[in-house]
């Protein structure tokens, strides 16, 4: 009696905890994660898409429980995408390898190894992605320093202003937003009008006194060295961190 | 009482069978037993924990890149070289001292990110720019330089990560981009000579104000002498 009763709770125990994803003609059936830990979800999504995650335990990070609904059937490719959906909710982020894959923070994936898309193929993903955009105009500076602040907080844009590209790093769906922007505003006119704009500004330069362009310049060291001071406090809280 | 220990207990005890612990130390240390391979670990690196979950079996080639990834994102480095069969940890701090091998031939990237330096040759692209704008994009121990004249790049990082720079700078480095930044060279010569200060007259004043005052003083000398002259002139009735 003793025997089955403990077998019983082993049995319901793994249950509770390990089977709440159901596998069905190979489309996941309804399911419902409900205030379930983060651990709990990955080793589900692990094992219904037969791959290994690595995930490491971040003691300084405090994560919330998941909730997660689902009332239809979806597909496996459907499943990881509400599996990066909950990931980025709380700063996550999954990186594919050869095993498997590493769920790991936001601000670390950009040192790992990620698929370079082209503009015209960036997934629909909450998962980061690194996105090269050649532009036909020579915008791309201006394009990486007006509209940086429509990337997410590890975001990044690059512009490769001789080779007039635009190198984005960020989830693939607001990469493909800020590409999206970026070839509305990729236009010979807008190009006349920032060559324009530019030629103005030169001129206005050309007026100023020695005097109001020595000031300048060092408004513009001010700037720089507190950028960089910024910085280098960022870089010594990680370290402590580490 | 007994029973609701054991429930506990058996609840516990499941939970552990979802994912496997694991202390990096041990890992590496299984890892190293199973491929008789030496190694060495930095005074400097301390142990941590992170998990592995899934079923499917990991093969060794795997468990030697999750060794190289956990160290990354613990800023740490796994470098091998010098010595056979023979692979070390360092700390973040320690990576500037320590040497590398060193790859030329983007296929020979060992497909890990243990720490290794590539040399680049630049075909068309102003190395300078290059380097200037890939840092961002290094890891946290990355480093990127150029030679300068020779438009070589030296870039020291994660292999993986190397290969991912290598491959943004194909993209952008072809004769199109080289065009490009003819094009680009051209117009910020325009802007400057633009923006450069055209001086009136004032600042050529100013600049010589010396040289103008010598000239000045000479001017109302001679007009002074002059009127002297027609003065006296006037006074002796000679006008």
């Known amino acids: ?242 | 009482m007994c029973k609701n220990t054991l429930t506990i207990l058996l609840i516990i005890l499941s939970l552990n069978l979802l994912a496997k612990e694991v202390s990096f130390f041990n890992y590496v240390e299984e890892y190293a037993k199973g491929n008789k391979l030496n190694y060495s670990i930095s005074p400097d690196v301390k142990d941590f924990k992170f998990n592995i979950f899934g079923k499917d079996a990991i093969n060794q080639e795997d468990v030697f890149k999750i060794i190289t990834i956990q160290a990354m994102l613990n800023n740490k480095a796994v470098l091998l070289g010098g010595l056979d069969s023979f692979f070390k940890i360092v700390a973040g701090r320690e990576i500037k001292s320590e040497n590398f091998p060193t790859y030329t031939d983007e296929k020979l990237l060992p497909d890990n990110y243990q720490f290794v330096r590539f040399i680049y040759n630049v075909s068309f692209l102003d190395s300078r720019e290059i380097t200037r704008n890939l840092r961002p994009i290094l890891s946290r121990n990355g480093r990127i330089k150029d030679e300068g004249i020779g438009n070589k790049i030296i870039i020291t990082d994660s292999a993986k990560n190397i290969s991912k720079i290598l491959k943004i700078i194909k993209t952008i480095d072809t004769s199109l981009t080289k065009k490009y930044e003819w094009e680009e060279k051209e117009l910020k010569e325009e802007l400057n000579k633009l923006s450069e200060r055209r001086e009136g007259f004032w600042d050529v004043v100013t600049k010589q104000h010396g040289l103008f005052i010598i000239l000045f003083s000479l001017i109302f000398l001679i007009i002074g002498f002059l009127f002297r002259g027609y003065m006296i002139r006037r006074i002796e009735g000679g006008l």
Request: glycine share 2%.
């Open chain 1, 1 to 242: 009696m003793k025997v089955l009763w403990l077998f019983m709770m082993v049995l319901l125990s793994h249950s509770a905890f390990a089977n709440i994803l159901q596998i069905k003609d190979e489309f996941v059936q309804p399911f419902e994660f409900e205030k379930t830990a983060l651990e709990v979800v990955i080793q589900e999504v692990s094992n219904v898409l037969g791959i290994n995650i690595v995930y490491t335990l971040d003691d300084t990070k405090k994560i919330r429980p998941v909730n997660l609904k689902i009332m239809n059937v979806i597909s496996k490719n459907e499943l990881k995408e509400y599996f990066f959906e909950l990931l980025s909710r709380e700063d996550l982020t999954f990186v594919e390898e050869s095993f498997g894959g590493v769920v790991m923070n936001s601000r670390d994936s950009r040192d790992f190894h990620m698929e370079i898309f082209d503009s015209e193929n960036i997934p629909n993903t909450n998962n980061y992605v690194l996105v090269i955009y050649q532009m036909k105009w020579p915008l791309s500076s201006m394009m990486s320093r007006n509209f940086r602040s429509e990337l997410s907080q590890y975001g990044r844009v690059i512009d490769f202003r001789g080779g007039r590209a635009l190198l984005v790093y960020d989830k693939g769906l607001i990469a493909k937003y800020f590409v999206q922007r970026a070839k509305e505003f990729d236009t010979e006119d807008n190009s006349d009008k920032y060559l324009k704009k530019l030629q103005e500004d030169a001129t206005a330069e050309s007026k100023k006194t020695k005097e109001e362009k020595k000031i300048d310049e060092l408004e513009d060291k001010i700037k720089d060295l507190e950028l960089e001071k910024i910085k280098k406090d960022k870089s010594n809280s990680k370290n402590d961190i580490n």
